[in-house]
């Protein structure tokens, strides 16, 4: 019926349990309308069902129960108004739909309740509750008709327009309503209730009241953005509902001093809200309050940090140079005052403008900035390190703290200007620029411009000879300096240094000349000059014809075809005249005596340099003749390092004509042509040292005479390709040692396989001598030292490795090889030898030891043998190994095993039987031949049965045999012992198959026996013996033949055959199994056939005998059966029997063919699908009422018509059950036979007819890809031709097969169809291409129905025309490597270049000695200029650059080589030094280095420069050689640091580094002496250590003498100073103390007051006394230590004499007096020696004392005089 409510009728409101309000009406009698959610149904008067709509949730009923119809039981009484609820579809539960239930008639009572007088009181009130009372309930109440027991108290929200929930109130007076909406209006009603709880008593009390607001929900708020000034927040707005109240207000809050402040209120909808006019760098904290009517909360507070700002510029920036190295930096710091961020650091960069004594187009590259950061505090910084005389930018920039770093501020950018040093860097190409017998001239160039650190003043000499006596030195202030009155043909060392007005810099390196006489360099007396006639010279045969005067021209006369007008045309030139008969010239000037010139007739170009080959050019210019040996010498300093000198040039000697102005070293190595002729200027200089040549090469010299000054014009260049005349061969010295030496013995016996790589260097090796011996064998590690090996060799080899053989097994070797080369001065030249170890690979042992039997017994033996000597195991013994096999009887074993000892003892054996013993030594290098030995164990006591044939079959199978037996008895049976075990031998023949141990048992199954067959068993017994396990006697044979097993299945198919005539017959095709699977030696075979009896043989047995095979092998057989029924159903089988088992095939069932003839009218035809043929046909003829279940239709391959040739190819058959078939996946376009059969019941097959179609399948586009192939014409480079098989025919899938021919030309990734064609056949030409062009070909076949697969592609390129090479290649050298340019040759075609590549090799790196040629990685580029980076600073490469025809250069043209040297860079690795502490010192320290890596100098090496703590500034040293230096006038007992760079031409390297201590020295002085005068009026002296050095100080002498005081007595001459000894560690005395050492008593001991005393103190160790500190030091004024005298009294007045002056103590400032008598005494001050007395009584007496008083107080007082007054 549904679910059951149980309702209440209360009122007029229809109450349901759970307090939900239902509706409100008055409850009645029939007619009398009840509201239900709005509807009016009547009431039925006898119960019955109310419809009930409510929220439209279906059709609801609801049951009035009559009074009659109530039970006073289950929860219904008797009062009117209960109902129930069926909350169901509507319908009874009878069929009829309608359910009356009997009711009788009550009349509806309503009595009127009492009214309540007192509303309801809210408290409490909440915003989510309330507490609601109400007067309780008197006794008054309780006795009404009915009674008030109970209130129902209603709620309601006024708002929302639901109904009333009802609460139940019990008997109190009160109810705490709970989970109310806040802010809400609400509706309360207060019902009385009778104790029937369906009598309503009174009327409702209505009242109303609102809920308090709720807190608001927090919402979302969280920082967006912050800037310096402001800060944006993301707010997420709430939604009315999460106000808790019908208002609210938001407002921004600030935490200010730890309370919240409210900023500004902001819209309820805000997402975001701007805060600014903050203050940057500064933390705040904000958050939002939501407040309603009378809640508040509030978000997450957000903390902030505003952003900084940049800061202002520093100002007053300025900078002083405070030291040649140094500039102070200094500024005042920005202002900060509108803002809270601080300045956290200063950055201050520094870069070098320029050297102030460099010209603009010698100022460095830009330097990098220098970078240095101070503290906040800090507003001035010192830069040190800087360059002397230079100017440097520099720029201040504030820095403020930001998350992660800092924020930079504006740049404020001063100069500075370092001042003069001296220059750091000698002078440079110091050369003799004039020689004579007394005198030498030196010219040099200044000092690089960055080195010289101001201006140069002058320039410094030193000139010496050998014996270091000094000759001469002096200052000039020119370049050059001619030194007269030296000795005769006398070496000298020069060097010069630079001066600026700050003092004088490095001297250069020494140079060495000789002073000499030089011989005549014109003829005869007569000078030659310029201009002037020359008609003879003496000596040999001048080169020009003898007797062909010559004449000078000077350089104004000088002009082209004999005109005198216009600019000379060259500097220098020869001009050869007629022959002249005029006498020469007598005249020094050349020209005072000699006629005019003869006509010009010929004039000459200038020659070239010596070895022209115009003999009749240059004649008036200097030239060697290199015909003579003693041009040019050599002295081979190093390997790679020489010394060339040459003589003079002479004018009888050699060619031309003098004066000769100084000489032009040439140089390059030989076959490097391409590499440019080095060319060195000597000034008058007869030498040069060379250093970092190649080793092992060929050196071309020259050496030019030069006339005039510097190298005149007239000199011109050799030919690239030209040899310089004198050669000369660097040493090759000794030879490296081979690298990485290896040795290997491949596995191989008796081999070692030596192998290295050629050694390190420039000296070629002419091969290779090698020696070895046997170090030692290794299995014979004890006995190995013993021997005595003999080396073998030497040997010698051209190769890289050598192979020795025959050499021992497992032997260690050691070989050693020497590299051999030709001694430059004759003979060969031994290289360093390298040795290594080898080991030749283990091997088997010789042989194996010869066991021998040692012992023997019936059941075990003991077997020995003799270990083999260590020289025949040739590896390490590894163990033995051993077999021993026994027979007896049918019985054998082997036993196996393992053992490193000499001896084995095997048990288990069977006694008196024969054995052998086979033994076998392993090594590590593996096993020897097997010895063997053979003996017999011995006879024990035998146990056997008396009887022998003990054996008794139980149970026989096909593959088990179970054997018994009687026990062995001791009474009956053959020997003593007990038994241990009894054994069953089973054996097949003479085969032995197993050995059964039954233990005690007295039978046995023997299984896994083959069936059928005859087995062999017998019997023995093993003792348990006073030698256990002798077997006794075996017994006789006991055969045994197992059973049949269970035949193999044979099998049945039917065969019919396809003869219309066989309609009753069959022929059944038997598979019978061969011997093998008969499971025995007889098999019987029948076939059966099933009839209404069951299964009977039809005929005869069927075999005997078949085939013999295994048992898979089967034999087959056909039977055939007649005068089978048409269309019946028949079943037959084949049985087979053997001895004990029978076996059928599966039943064969099948229905017999009846007589039917060929379909009808067979139509095929080809679909629109390739490869498909749709066959029809109408229904045959039926024969013997036999009907058709099917067709079966096969389809045979017949043909292609494509193909000269037809077959017959089966290829499938379908059975379907209509008359049409759809023949699908055939091949496209073949003919095809197509048979149809009927079929009848039970049969897929049809003995009568078949009819048969042919039909021909639609064809599709052929199949297949062609490979073509090209084929380029010779005589026509611009034809191509493409040819390639036919396809099969069987491919062409359709008629008329033709090619599409498509030729593309190919540009990158692009194809152009350049031309197409359709062939017949199988080539396509394609003629009039593109020279250079690339062409890619493919092929598509096609027939008529469309076009098949494309080819594979098929590449050709059309031939090009040669390229010439790439020309003027260029090469410029810049800071990031070397930009490369060319220029590309014509092209005599039309083919475009695609690239270009460049390889490059380092050759060498000039800083280094040797060669390198590293081949560096190609470069490809398109274009004519290339950036080559990441270069190896100053370093000479070789680049070639070949032109490339496509992007993979496949074609490689002619090259073209350029060489060129990287640029310089700073040296990359810091010297590593040490401190010479042998010589270290107490005012000097040595500090030593090793120089750089030449491949870490990067350039010309230009000077080392240090610096230390002990130094002002960088000093430089440029002599390269020096390894050490020493710091003088340093402080004892300190640390210093000393850091040295190299410096190339370019910059300083990194600096490396050094700590040194100097010794320990005397102490030093600066005490900082002072004094300090005390209280008491003592004087104090305290002192520190010495701030001069640090060294150790064991005592303190310290004096005072008296050197002034107040008296201004003079100090006696030799007035000793008092001095005394403290210890170390003293710093403070009184002077007192002093003074009281030594003094005499007499003196006393007190200190003169106002006096000036000098005190001494120096320092004592165990080096020495200091030197002395000094301080005056003046005493305090004290109390006179004495009184005035004298005092005498005229007339009233007083006087007295001065205090004697060594009792005064200081300066006295008054007096005090005291004067008593007549009863009075007074006391008075006086500044003056006197004073007047008034008031005095005539003829009294008075007394009267006086005493001294300076500023530290009176002294004592005088004797007291006494006088009267006169009256």
Excluded at 176 to 198: C, H, I, K, N, W
Excluded at 1347 to 1374: D, K, Q
Excluded at 1553 to 1576: C, N, Q, V, W
Aim: proline fraction near 6%; glycine fraction near 8%; hydrophobic fraction near 30%.
């Amino acid at each position: 019926m549904g679910t059951i409510y149980k309702l209440l009728l209360i009122g007029t409101a229809l109450l349901a349990t759970d307090g939900c309000i239902l509706g409100s009406t008055k409850m009645c009698n029939s007619g009398t309308p009840l509201m239900f959610g709005g509807r009016i149904q009547p009431l039925p008067r006898d119960g019955g069902l109310v419809n009930l709509f409510r929220n439209n949730e279906g059709r609801r009923f609801v049951f009035l129960v009559p009074p009659g119809g109530r039970r006073n039981g289950g929860g219904l009484r008797g009062a009117r108004g209960v109902i129930v609820i069926n909350e169901g579809a509507g319908r009874c539960s009878r069929g009829n739909g309608q359910c009356p239930i009997p009711a009788t008639d009550v009349p509806c009572k309503m009595p009127s309740p009492p009214f309540l007088d007192e509303p309801l009181i809210f408290s409490n009130i909440t915003s989510t509750g309330v507490m609601v009372t109400w007067e309780a309930l008197d006794e008054k109440a309780r006795q009404r008709n009915p009674p008030i027991t109970w209130y129902a108290l209603n709620i309601r929200d006024v708002g929302s327009g639901e109904s009333f929930s009802s609460v139940p109130v019990s008997s109190g007076a009160f109810h705490r309503a709970r989970g109310l909406t806040p802010d809400t209006l609400y509706q309360f009603q207060l019902v009385p209730m009778s104790e029937d709880v369906t009598e309503v008593i009174g009327p409702l009390s209505n009242q109303t009241m609102r809920t308090l607001c709720g807190v608001p929900s927090t919402p979302s708020f969280l920082e967006s953005s912050t800037t310096s000034r402001s800060v944006t927040f993301d707010i997420i707005p709430l939604t009315p509902d999460d106000w808790q109240c019908s208002d609210l207000t938001t407002t921004l809050q600030v935490l200010n001093d730890y309370v919240w402040e409210d900023i500004r209120p902001i819209e309820n909808s805000a997402t975001s809200v701007v805060v600014d006019g903050l203050t940057p760098c500064t933390s705040y904290s904000y958050r939002l309050k939501l407040s309603n009517l009378h809640e508040t909360s509030h978000s997450d507070a957000q903390d902030i940090t505003t952003d900084e700002e940049v800061p202002g510029e520093v100002t007053s920036a300025s900078s002083e140079s405070t030291s040649p190295q140094t500039l102070n930096v200094s500024w005042t710091p920005p202002d900060m005052s509108n803002t809270a961020c601080e300045v956290v650091s200063y950055r201050i960069q520094y870069s070098l403008v320029g050297h102030m004594s460099c010209p603009l187009d010698e100022q460095p590259a830009d330097e990098a900035h220098q970078v240095v950061y101070t503290e906040r505090d800090i507003t001035s910084i010192p830069l040190v390190w800087l360059e002397h005389y230079a100017e440097y930018n520099i720029s201040i920039t504030p820095l403020v703290a930001a998350p992660g770093g800092s924020t930079a501020g504006e740049a404020v950018s001063i100069i500075g200007s370092t001042t003069t040093a001296a220059p750091s860097e000698a002078p440079r190409e110091v050369i003799l620029k004039g020689v004579a017998k007394t005198q030498l001239t030196f010219r040099w160039r200044p000092p690089p411009c960055t080195t010289q650190n101001g201006v140069i003043t002058g320039y410094a000499y030193v000139i010496a000879d050998n014996s270091g006596e000094m000759s001469n030195s002096g200052t000039v202030d020119t370049t050059s300096v001619k030194i007269s009155d030296l000795d005769q043909d006398t070496e000298y060392t020069f060097k010069v240094a630079a001066l600026t007005s700050a003092g004088i810099g490095p001297y250069s390196s020494p140079v060495k000349e000789t002073t000499r006489s030089r011989g005549n360099e014109c003829s005869g007396k007569q000078p030659l000059q310029v201009g002037g006639m020359l008609s003879s010279l003496t000596g040999d045969t001048p080169p020009w014809g003898s007797g062909q005067p010559i004449f000078i021209v000077p350089h104004h006369l000088r002009s082209r075809n004999g005109r005198r007008t216009g600019p000379p045309f060259r500097p220098g030139g020869i001009i050869r005249i007629k022959r002249s008969t005029q006498s020469p010239c007598s005249g020094s000037s050349g020209a005072a005596n000699c006629p005019t010139p003869p006509e010009i007739t010929e004039s000459m170009d200038v020659c070239p340099l010596a070895g022209s080959a115009d003999e009749n050019c240059g004649a008036a210019y200097p030239r060697f003749s290199y015909d003579r040996e003693d041009v040019m010498s050599f002295v081979r300093l190093d390997r790679t390092e020489v010394k060339v000198t040459w003589r003079d040039w002479s004018l009888t000697k050699d060619r031309g004509v003098g004066p000769v102005t100084g000489y032009l070293l040439r140089y390059r190595r030989r076959h490097q042509r391409i590499e440019p002729v080095i060319e060195i200027p000597k000034g008058m200089s007869l030498y040069h040292e060379l250093f970092n040549l190649t080793a092992n090469a060929d050196y071309e010299f020259e050496v030019v005479a030069l006339k005039g000054e510097g190298r005149m014009e007239i000199i011109q260049p050799r030919a690239m390709d030209a040899e310089l005349p004198v050669l000369y061969r660097t040493g090759c010295g000794e030879l490296d040692p081979v690298q990485n030496l290896t040795v290997t013995n491949n596995g191989e016996y008796g081999t070692l396989v030596v192998s290295w790589d050629t050694p390190i260097g420039f000296c070629t090796v002419q091969y290779y001598e090698y020696v070895y011996g046997e170090l030692s064998m290794k299995a014979c590690p004890d006995e190995g030292g013993e021997r005595h090996f003999s080396p073998r060799g030497p040997f010698d080899t051209t190769e890289n490795n050598i192979t020795l053989t025959y050499l021992g097994d497992y032997t260690e070797y050691n070989i050693s090889i020497i590299p051999v080369t030709l001694d430059p001065e004759g003979g060969y030249l031994n290289g360093e030898e390298t040795s290594i170890v080898g080991t030749t690979s283990e091997n088997a042992p010789t042989r194996t030891p010869t066991p021998t039997l040692t012992t023997t017994n019936p059941t075990s033996v003991v077997i020995s043998w003799s270990n083999l000597s260590c020289w025949e195991m040739a590896g390490e013994f590894t163990m033995y190994s051993y077999i021993l096999r026994q027979s007896w009887e049918y019985d054998g074993l082997e036993i196996n095993g393992t053992t490193t000892e000499n001896t084995v003892e095997i048990e288990g054996l069977i006694a008196y039987a024969n054995f052998t013993f086979e033994l076998q030594i392993h090594s590590t290098g593996g096993a020897a031949p097997v010895s063997i030995i053979s003996g017999r164990t011995d006879s024990s006591t035998e146990l056997f049965h008396s009887n022998l044939t003990v054996l008794v079959t139980e149970n026989v199978t096909s593959s088990s045999v179970t054997l018994s037996w009687r026990a062995w008895d001791p009474e009956i049976d053959n020997g003593t012992g007990t038994v241990q075990s009894y054994i069953i031998s089973v054996s097949q023949g003479d085969n032995l198959i197993d050995i059964i141990d039954a233990g005690l048992n007295l039978s046995v199954t023997v299984e896994s026996l083959d069936f059928d067959t005859m087995y062999d068993f017998r019997f023995f017994i093993v003792a348990r013996g006073p030698v256990p396990g002798v077997r006794g006697l075996i017994s006789d044979p006991h055969f045994v033949q197992t059973h049949c097993a269970v035949p193999s299945r044979p099998g049945l198919e039917l065969k019919l055959l396809p003869k219309t005539e066989l309609l009753n017959k069959v022929i059944l095709k038997l598979q019978i199994p061969g011997e093998a699977g008969w499971r025995c030696r007889n098999l019987a075979a029948h076939l059966q056939k099933e009839g209404d009896g069951g299964w009977t043989n039809d005929g005869e047995q069927l075999i005997n005998n078949y085939m013999k095979g295994t048992e898979t092998d089967y034999y087959e057989d056909f039977v055939q059966r007649e005068d089978l029924v048409p269309c019946s159903e028949v079943a037959y089988r084949v049985q087979l029997v053997n001895d004990h088992h029978t076996v059928y095939s599966e039943p064969l069932r099948f229905t017999t063919l009846g007589k039917l003839s060929n379909v009808r009218d067979l139509t095929v035809a080809e679909t629109e699908e390739p490869g498909e043929l749709f066959v029809d046909w109408e229904v045959p003829e039926v024969i013997n009422n036999c009907p058709i279940t099917s067709y079966i239709v096969e389809y045979n391959l017949f043909g292609t018509p494509t193909c000269q040739r037809n077959i017959k190819q089966y290829i499938d058959s379908k059975i379907v059950n209509e008359t049409q078939a759809r023949i699908p996946d055939l091949e496209p376009y073949r003919h095809y036979t197509i048979e149809v059969s009927p079929v009848l019941t039970g049969y897929a097959g049809n003995v009568p007819e078949r009819e048969y179609g042919i039909g021909l399948t639609r064809g599709h586009e052929p199949i297949g890809i062609l490979e073509p192939v090209v084929e380029i014409n010779a005589s026509s480079i611009r034809e191509l031709k493409f040819s390639w098989r036919e396809l099969p025919c069987e491919t062409h899938n359709g008629p008329n097969l033709t090619y599409l021919c498509e030729l593309y030309l190919t540009n990158g990734r692009r194809h152009i169809l350049e031309d197409s064609m359709v062939a017949d056949s199988e080539t396509c030409t394609f003629e009039n291409l593109k020279a250079c062009g690339n062409y890619s070909f493919r092929v598509t076949p096609g027939n008529d129905y469309g076009l098949g697969n494309v080819s594979h592609e098929v590449t050709a390129r059309i031939s090009a025309t040669a390229l010439g090479p790439v020309e003027n290649i260029s090469t410029v050298v810049l800071p990031e490597g070397v930009a490369v340019r060319w220029e590309r040759d014509e092209v005599s075609g039309l083919c475009p270049v695609a690239g270009y590549k460049l390889n490059y090799m380092l050759q060498r790196q000039q800083a280094c000695r040797y060669c390198i040629d590293e081949v560096q990685r190609p470069i490809y580029t398109n274009g004519t200029s290339y950036l080559i980076e990441n270069l190896t600073a100053f370093s000479t490469y070789k680049i070639n650059i070949s032109v490339q025809l496509d992007e993979q250069g496949s074609v490689g043209l002619v090259l073209r080589e350029k060489i060129f040297t990287s640029k310089s860079t700073a040296p990359t690795e810091a010297p590593v030094v040490r401190v010479d502490t042998s010589l270290s010192k107490s005012q000097s320290l040595t500090f030593k280095w090793n120089p750089i890596n030449c491949t870490a100098l990067n350039g010309i090496f230009k000077q080392y420069t240090f610096k230390s703590n002990g130094t002002k500034g960088e000093i430089g040293i440029s002599n390269r050689r020096r390894r050490s230096r020493t710091l003088p006038n340093l402080i004892p007992c300190t640390t210093y640091q000393f850091q040295i760079r190299v410096v190339n031409s370019i910059g300083g390297g990194p600096f490396g580094s050094a700590f040194g201590t100097t010794a320990i020295g005397k102490p030093g002085r600066d005490f900082s002496l002072s004094s300090e005068t005390r209280d008491d009026k003592t004087v104090i002296l305290h002192w520190q250590r010495s701030a001069q050095n640090p060294c150790p100080i064991d005592h303190y002498v310290i004096g005072a003498l008296l050197t002034d005081d107040l008296c201004e007595e003079v100090i006696p001459r030799g007035h000793e100073r008092e001095e005394m000894t403290l210890a170390g560690t003293v710093t403070s005395i009184r002077l007192e103390e002093i003074l009281m050492n030594g003094n005499d008593p007499e003196d006393g001991n007190n200190l003169k007051a106002r006096s000036i005393y000098q005190v001494t103190l120096r320092a004592r160790n165990s080096i020495g006394d200091g030197e002395e500190d000094f301080l005056e030091v003046r005493t305090p004024e004290l109390a006179p230590s004495g009184s005035p005298g004298a005092i005498a009294q005229v007339m009233g007045t007083i006087s007295w004499s001065e205090v004697p002056c060594k009792e005064r103590n200081g300066v006295i400032v008054d007096y005090e007096f005291a004067l008593s008598g007549d009863g009075i005494v007074r006391t008075d001050v006086s500044t003056r020696k006197e004073v007047t007395l008034t008031g005095l009584v005539a003829g009294s007496t008075y007394s009267f004392k006086v005493r001294a008083g300076t500023s530290a107080g009176y002294g004592p007082w005088s004797e007291e005089v006494h006088f009267q007054v006169n009256e």
